[in-house]
């Protein structure tokens, strides 16, 4: 029996981007607010200090910030017929793991979604027909629209400090930044970053070729820069080891850079950290939540009692903590009924590899947003009807890091090991771009989250259940964007290019990219979305659910920025929902 | 790689007994909880630095497995006119070390079973053996496999072309070992080969920052803004890791 605990006003489960956002929101409203947190407190001068922040083995190959799979992990396989077996070890996604959560090891890439992307299925029917939708796909358009999230898109970044160029604002299109981005009110708070050789490469041969190259909005920022919650932020030094690692520098945007100095101040607020919520609990009646079940370090189980309860972990165990507190209706594949685990979305990844000779690309000097990228390629900026499939990338070429653990490329057809390897590898460091698509992730039926039958986590709660696998359309679409990425790499001048393409199944080992989406989508129907547009269960009215756990469908970017606009679009319906508790939607 | 709960205990404090503490001062909240109110709790000077590898002996291999170890790893990354290879540069140390660590028992790994017999290829790790396991089994299995084929030499007395021959063909599972993959044995060998010739020395590999000086990657200097203002230019400066650089004397 858990022993209950006095009451709070509202408990925030999980203490990342929106755990940390929704929770200064609602302190400086005078809200008492406890945040639970299963993974440890963590800090820049702690964890991430300078003498010991650059380390590639323990962070990168190691995982020394990540969850880690003995606490949980989830099963996977690719379509229903087969048996999912354990994620034993982190390869294609790394969920974080403690405060900060994955808002602490990012790459700090900050898009907004194209105002298209938020009615993609009326706007391809509209334009090409309802033909042109992939068989079996489960595509919605989002409850809310581009104008309606662009206020709070701008105060996600204005608290990120994002570095970048505008491309639109107020309808104006503005030289050197995206022309296909939706409108903005005003532009990025600091300038864009400095970009490297092969940016510049990059940016030439895209504009010979008539697209359209800008700087990639950047959470790496420029200049020092303080934001409106008074945290201060330092100019990124190019160090090249952004995603993976803690910022030594303040320079990267954080929960712990850019909220937690503001929020630990807030005299209503506290965090607990190790402690693991094992289950929303709720009324008699299923209809209110109570609070949250949580097991702390020792083993001790605990009853925290609240009046509001925010759901904030990383997406993928958003969709596990309502299953398993039996909030909402679970997605049931066959029947093609339920919401909870419906529409699970990735991301594809397909690009070149370019060899260049007597160039000194320098890769050491990076950092994880530098990048520059064009959109034409991206949503329904280009004319669908020749190729046959929905969706479309942003194509970048990015300039991370040179660390030489896992970079340290060969031209194809050089041995793998041996004297010869040694060399090339020795020839090839300085040399080599990459040029890249980051694709869209439509929603189907057979692609979604449950749980396992076989295997538990130390709890012996059982373990999320992952059937996803890439579809026909995104094949076309990401190896069409792999030929593109090609084109512009030999326009730059390569020498040699090797195409990555998306062939074969997903699968778990290859890194790809931590984009989960889906699972607790919003919606305007009950029947076919977890939460209403204000991300409130339409169960429960007092809980709501944040992270890319909500998005119907994943698009052509990063999931961060429109993670970090739709809490503050929730933000302001809680402010609501406080004044007049229950529905904000009437289903 | 060093656990967190080591790292503490070489402060001479465990987080643990901060948390208790802490939780002390606040009776209304469970006492296994930390809990941060008020103010970040960070303290000039604390972190977590990984203890540095002393190098010297072995702590998981047998004589005759370091001894093989060197000669496999010596084959993969050969000591040549461009500078030492990943013997020379300890990576039989390194490997040695990690595999004492966490890393060696997958202590941060999901380990429950049941282990499948047929996982798909996209279904990753589903081996139920650790990395010390595979080295303990996998060495053994190459000594039976080669004595038996190579008229009782071991890997360590044949020749550097047998030794590559066989290598090869461990790499693409050609040949067949008494009870061990072949496969997954070189498999091991040459992704930990590449993690200790190009970590930060501090784990015992890439000695001299041999592996770094090789492609020309300045380590840990942490403020590369001077490079990016003078693209498409050499850099000129050495490397530097944790432990700082020889010049600067014993750290």
């Known amino acids: 029996m858990a022993r209950r605990l006095p009451r709070k006003d509202v408990v925030v489960i999980g203490l990342g981007w929106t755990g940390s956002i929704v929770s200064l929101e609602l302190a400086r409203s005078g809200l008492d607010v406890v945040a639970i947190e299963r993974g440890p407190w963590r800090d820049t001068a702690t964890d991430f200090n300078i003498g010991t922040a650059a380390d590639e083995l323990r962070y990168a190959v190691r995982h020394d910030l990540f969850l880690r799979p003995k606490q949980e992990t989830l099963t996977m396989r690719n379509n229903p017929s087969q048996t999912a077996l354990p994620i034993r070890k982190w390869g294609s996604f790394l969920p974080g793991n403690g405060v900060g959560g994955a808002g602490l090891h990012w790459n700090g890439q900050t898009w907004r979604f194209l105002p298209d992307d938020f009615r993609i299925r009326s706007h391809m029917i509209e334009r090409y027909g309802a033909t042109i939708l992939p068989e079996g796909n489960h595509i919605q358009d989002w409850p809310v629209s581009y104008a309606e999230l662009e206020p709070y898109y701008d105060k996600f970044e204005y608290v990120a400090g994002i570095s970048g160029r505008a491309g639109n604002i107020k309808g104006e299109i503005q030289s050197g930044g995206n022309p296909f981005e939706g409108a903005r009110a005003r532009d990025y708070p600091t300038p864009?970053?400095?970009?490297?050789?092969?940016?510049?490469?990059?940016?030439?041969?895209?504009?010979?070729?008539?697209?359209?190259?800008?700087?990639?909005?950047?959470?790496?920022?420029?200049?020092?820069?303080?934001?409106?919650?008074?945290?201060?932020?330092?100019?990124?030094?190019?160090?090249?080891?952004?995603?993976?690692?803690?910022?030594?520098?303040?320079?990267?945007?954080?929960?712990?850079?850019?909220?937690?100095?503001?929020?630990?101040r807030q005299p209503s607020f506290e965090a607990r950290t190790e402690c693991e919520v094992t289950r929303v609990s709720l009324s008699g009646d299923g209809k209110m939540a109570t609070g949250v079940i949580y097991v702390d370090a020792d083993g001790v189980e605990w009853e925290q009692p609240a009046d509001l309860v925010?759901?904030?972990?990383?997406?993928?165990?958003?969709?596990?903590?309502?299953?398993?507190?039996?909030?909402?209706?679970?997605?049931?594949?066959?029947?093609?009924?339920?919401?909870?685990?419906?529409?699970?979305?990735?991301?594809?990844?397909?690009?070149?590899?370019?060899?260049?000779?007597?160039?000194?690309?320098?890769?050491?000097?990076?950092?994880?947003?530098?990048?520059?990228?064009?959109?034409?390629?991206?949503?329904?900026?280009?004319?669908?009807?020749?190729?046959?499939?929905?969706?479309?990338?942003?194509?970048?070429?990015?300039?991370?890091?040179?660390?030489?653990?896992?970079?340290?490329?060969?031209?194809?057809?050089?041995?793998?090991?041996?004297g010869a390897w040694k060399k090339a590898v020795r020839d090839t460091y300085q040399k080599v771009a990459n040029v890249s698509a980051q694709g869209s992730v439509m929603s189907y039926r057979n692609n979604y989250l449950d749980l396992d039958p076989t295997y538990k986590d130390p709890l012996g709660r059982p373990l999320l259940r992952m059937t996803f696998d890439y579809q026909d359309n995104e094949r076309k679409m990401a190896n069409w964007m792999a030929d593109r990425c090609d084109e512009i790499a030999k326009a730059m001048g390569a020498k040699a290019t090797q195409i990555n393409r998306l062939t074969g199944s997903w699968s778990v080992v290859p890194y790809q990219s931590t984009h989960n989406t889906g699972g607790a989508i919003l919606g305007s129907d009950p029947k076919t979305s977890a939460l209403n547009r204000y991300l409130q269960s339409w169960d429960v009215s007092n809980v709501f659910v944040m992270g890319a756990s909500a998005f119907p469908q994943n698009a052509g970017y990063n999931p961060t920025g429109t993670v970090g606009a739709l809490t503050y679009w929730a933000v302001d319906a809680i402010q609501n929902y406080l004044k007049s508790p229950g529905p904000l939607v009437q289903p | 790689m060093s656990q967190r709960a080591d790292d503490l205990h070489h402060t001479g404090i465990t987080r643990r007994s901060l948390l208790a503490s802490a939780a002390l001062l606040i009776t209304t909240t469970g006492a296994g909880a930390r809990v941060v109110t008020k103010v970040l709790p960070w303290r000039p000077n604390e972190a977590?630095?990984?203890?540095?590898?002393?190098?010297?002996?072995?702590?998981?291999?047998?004589?005759?497995?370091?001894?093989?170890?060197?000669?496999?790893?010596?084959?993969?990354?050969?000591?040549?006119?461009?500078?030492?290879?990943?013997?020379?540069?300890?990576?039989?140390?390194?490997?040695?070390?990690?595999?004492?660590?966490?890393?060696?028992?997958?202590?941060?790994?999901?380990?429950?079973?049941?282990?499948?017999?047929?996982?798909?290829?996209?279904?990753?790790?589903?081996?139920?053996?650790?990395?010390?396991?595979?080295?303990?089994?996998?060495?053994?299995?190459?000594?039976?496999?080669?004595?038996?084929?190579?008229?009782?030499?071991?890997?360590?007395?044949?020749?550097?072309?047998?030794?590559?021959?066989?290598?090869?063909?461990?790499?693409?599972?050609?040949?067949?070992?008494?009870?061990?993959?072949?496969?997954?044995?070189?498999?091991?060998?040459?992704?930990?080969?590449?993690?200790?010739y190009f970590a930060d020395p501090i784990y015992g590999g890439n000695r001299d920052m041999a592996g770094w000086k090789l492609v020309g990657f300045p380590g840990v200097r942490y403020d590369f803004r001077d490079v990016i203002e003078k693209p498409n230019e050499a850099y000129m400066l050495p490397p530097v890791s944790l432990q700082g650089r020889p010049a600067w004397g014993e750290r």
């Open chain 2, 48 to 196: 977590y630095p990984v203890k540095p590898v002393v190098p010297g002996g072995y702590l998981f291999f047998t004589a005759i497995e370091a001894a093989t170890v060197d000669a496999i790893v010596d084959r993969l990354i050969p000591t040549d006119e461009l500078g030492p290879g990943a013997k020379d540069a300890g990576v039989t140390t390194f490997i040695d070390r990690q595999l004492t660590g966490p890393y060696g028992g997958h202590d941060w790994l999901y380990m429950q079973g049941p282990f499948s017999e047929k996982p798909l290829p996209t279904q990753g790790l589903q081996s139920p053996l650790t990395p010390r396991q595979q080295y303990r089994l996998g060495l053994a299995a190459l000594h039976g496999y080669c004595t038996a084929t190579h008229g009782g030499r071991g890997f360590i007395q044949i020749n550097p072309e047998e030794q590559d021959k066989l290598l090869a063909a461990m790499e693409k599972g050609e040949v067949s070992f008494p009870n061990f993959s072949s496969r997954t044995l070189f498999g091991a060998i040459y992704a930990n080969t590449m993690e200790g």
């Open chain 1, 192 to 264: 864009p970053m400095k970009q490297g050789f092969q940016q510049e490469l990059f940016a030439k041969a895209a504009n010979d070729l008539g697209l359209h190259p800008f700087p990639r909005p950047s959470g790496n920022i420029s200049v020092a820069y303080t934001n409106p919650y008074g945290c201060s932020m330092a100019p990124c030094t190019y160090c090249g080891f952004c995603e993976w690692f803690g910022c030594a520098n303040y320079s990267k945007a954080s929960p712990q850079a850019c909220v937690l100095p503001a929020l630990i």
């Open chain 1, 310 to 418: 925010l759901v904030c972990a990383y997406s993928l165990f958003n969709v596990r903590l309502l299953l398993l507190s039996g909030i909402g209706k679970p997605y049931d594949p066959v029947k093609d009924e339920g919401v909870v685990g419906r529409n699970y979305a990735y991301q594809t990844g397909s690009g070149t590899t370019a060899f260049f000779e007597d160039v000194k690309f320098n890769p050491f000097a990076g950092a994880g947003s530098l990048g520059i990228a064009l959109d034409d390629y991206n949503s329904d900026n280009f004319d669908h009807s020749p190729h046959g499939f929905v969706g479309g990338a942003s194509i970048t070429c990015a300039h991370t890091n040179g660390r030489p653990i896992r970079f340290h490329p060969t031209p194809p057809g050089t041995p793998t090991w041996g």
